[in-house]
């Protein structure tokens, strides 16, 4: 836990042990003491709200909670100011040709001033070189498969296939392998919306129930408006216990909106902000109501074919199959749930070299939209949200990027609207985050330096010795309070309670209705795990019984006590 060196808070803390027994408030003076000094001395990071479907899935995290709140916390603080721009020109790369009869020249958006940006003449190999150092410490099941892209004023200019498409053949991954991107499908549902405002049919601002006269009388209060912004107020069916029980057939609008419609708004429409897939799946049927069609086929000749997105849609079949890994750490091919269950809120497939024709057309005014859905789609509603895509200023650029994962799959892209660039990342495992490898990327291609992803060195533990860590911990008091409005109520109630069980010559963490996760000694009574969500467990006090386990990812930190045995 201490790459960096203990606090004054820690070590004032640790100093009060001998190595008797602990006093049983131990983890909960530390925290409170932590928390004291911390509020007087900075400023707390913020932590958006979890993701659901927006973030990938990254299933058979025993830390689930841990790992995706931390990663939407990360990704709220999406880009980094760039520095050390490369004056190299840039190498252009041979790849596929837009399927048009000619290139598209980008209309970017008016905005302030940015430096005129080459990208660097040794790109590809500085890619190469990155993604190339996943699994080097872990192994194989930590590799990345999928396919990394770089855009620049609305031409590919690099686009590079890793891994294989399904692990049991030997298809490698291409720019025209088609990933599902799960709520990626969202910047698509937002511009058939506003494609449709554009034409004159919808407006925005009406309620709910004048597109979708069968809604419950909620649908008065919420507007076109609210669900665009994920504002809504409206429960996302996708943290439904129900929903994460099969749905491997298909099913129908009214399967799904019984899961959500009658639940009570989790705020009033227009005053909070939380991610909804039920909305974006409601705005799949508004289109269907108003253009008298499939939400798939007027996606696909109105919105994707104009872009020249051939290979794209919903209900096409992925090439690549997503995979996950298991409680061995082997990648294993993950459940399908059928693309109904999912429509318009994460129900897509798409390739590298289509991804790159949507963002020359959202660079280019009138032909999917007019410039001013175009603007409006990048400007900021809400905390950081805009329609149907995140945004960011940065530097004096603006940055709009959206992740998105389902079963096994997981996708990230993020356009810089000023200077041009945009990249993407598709994947189909949940062992390695397209979020962290897309923020990399987008340093490689201003010319950043960027580290190889840290991959811990494990350290072997005799039986005996992994035996001392065994025991129930539960979280303490002054963490769940801490904890109160960062983390969902049920994410952390899946901590309350956690088992460290020794299995053979393994140490597992088990938490209710996530799975043991295996736990790798890195010395000093550390451990880390595989997964993306990078997480550390600490066992304390040094030199003493076991008294508490400390888990540390980024700023968030969780302190359970050890239950007394008997």
């Known amino acids: 836990m201490h790459d960096e060196p203990r606090t004054d808070a820690e070590r004032r803390a640790l100093a009060a042990f001998t190595a008797a027994e602990p006093p049983a408030d131990f983890a909960d003076r530390v925290l409170a003491a932590d928390l004291a000094e911390r509020r007087g001395t900075e400023s707390r990071a913020p932590f958006g709200r979890l993701l659901g479907l927006g973030a990938p899935r990254l299933a058979g995290l025993a830390v689930a909670a841990v790992a995706v709140a931390v990663a939407t916390a990360a990704a709220a ?28 020249a980008a209309a970017l958006p008016e905005g ?9 003449a040794d790109l590809e190999a500085r890619v190469d070189a990155y993604i190339g150092a996943f699994g080097r410490n872990y192994g194989d099941a930590f590799k990345f498969h999928g396919v990394v892209g770089v855009v620049k004023d609305g031409e590919l200019v690099l686009t590079r296939g890793y891994g294989r498409a399904d692990l049991r053949r030997d298809g490698p991954n291409t720019a025209t392998t088609r990933f599902k991107i799960g709520s990626l499908t969202q910047t698509f549902t937002a511009a058939a919306i506003l494609q449709l405002r554009d034409r004159g049919l919808v407006d925005l601002d009406a309620p709910v129930r004048k597109y979708i006269p069968d809604y419950p009388a909620t649908g008065n209060r919420i507007t076109l408006r609210h669900l665009l912004t994920h504002t809504s107020g409206i ?8 929903f994460l029980v099969g749905h491997t057939r298909p099913v129908t609008t009214a399967d799904v909106r019984a899961i959500f419609q009658d639940l ?21 049927q508004v289109v269907e109501n108003v253009a008298r069609q499939p939400f798939a086929d007027y996606l696909t000749h109105n919105v994707l074919a104009p872009a020249g997105m051939k290979d794209s849609g919903i209900g096409l079949t992925p090439g690549a199959l997503g995979h996950e890994f298991d409680e061995d750490e082997v990648l294993v091919p993950a459940a399908q749930r059928h693309f109904s269950a999912y429509g318009s809120a994460a129900g897509m497939v798409s390739t590298a070299a289509d991804l790159a024709r949507w963002d020359r057309a959202l660079r280019t005014p009138g032909l999917v939209l007019s410039q001013k859905s175009l603007d409006e789609m990048t400007t900021v509603a809400r905390g950081e949200y805009g329609i149907g895509w995140f945004v960011r200023k940065d530097g004096g650029d603006t940055i709009a990027w959206h992740p998105g994962g389902v079963e096994g799959y997981n996708a990230t892209i993020a356009r810089f609207l000023g200077d041009g660039v945009t990249v993407f990342v598709l994947a189909n495992t949940e062992a390695v985050d397209t979020r962290a490898v897309a923020y990399d990327l987008a340093q490689i291609a201003h010319g950043a330096e960027v580290q190889p992803p840290q991959e811990h060195t494990e350290v072997r533990l005799s039986v005996a010795e ?11 008091e002054t963490t769940q309070q801490a904890m109160k409005g960062l983390i969902e109520a049920d994410e952390l109630g899946a901590l309350q309670q956690v088992r460290v069980l020794r299995i053979d010559d393994r140490l597992f963490m088990r938490v209710p209705e996530h799975g043991d996760k295996w ?19 600490e066992f304390g006090p040094p030199g003493a019984p076991v008294a508490h386990l400390t888990l540390q990812q980024g700023e968030l930190r969780f302190i359970l006590k050890r239950e007394r045995d008997g």
């Open 77 to 104: 603080g999406w880009m980094p100011e760039w520095t050390g721009l490369s004056r190299h020109a840039p190498k252009i790369i041979p790849a596929e040709p837009p399927r048009d009869a000619a290139p598209v």
């Open 112 to 120: 302030p001033p940015v430096p005129e940006l080459a990208l660097p």
């Open 235 to 242: 429960p996302s069916y996708t943290d439904a216990a129900v």
């Open 264 to 284: 009570p708004l989790e705020f009033a429409p227009g005053t909070d902000f939380d991610l909804s897939n039920s909305g974006y799946f409601l705005l799949g």
């Open 466 to 476: 992994l035996a001392r860590y065994s025991g129930n911990y539960v979280l303490t």
């Open 519 to 537: 736990m790798h000694y890195m010395g000093d009574d550390r451990f880390f795990f595989k997964d993306p969500s990078a997480t550390l467990a």
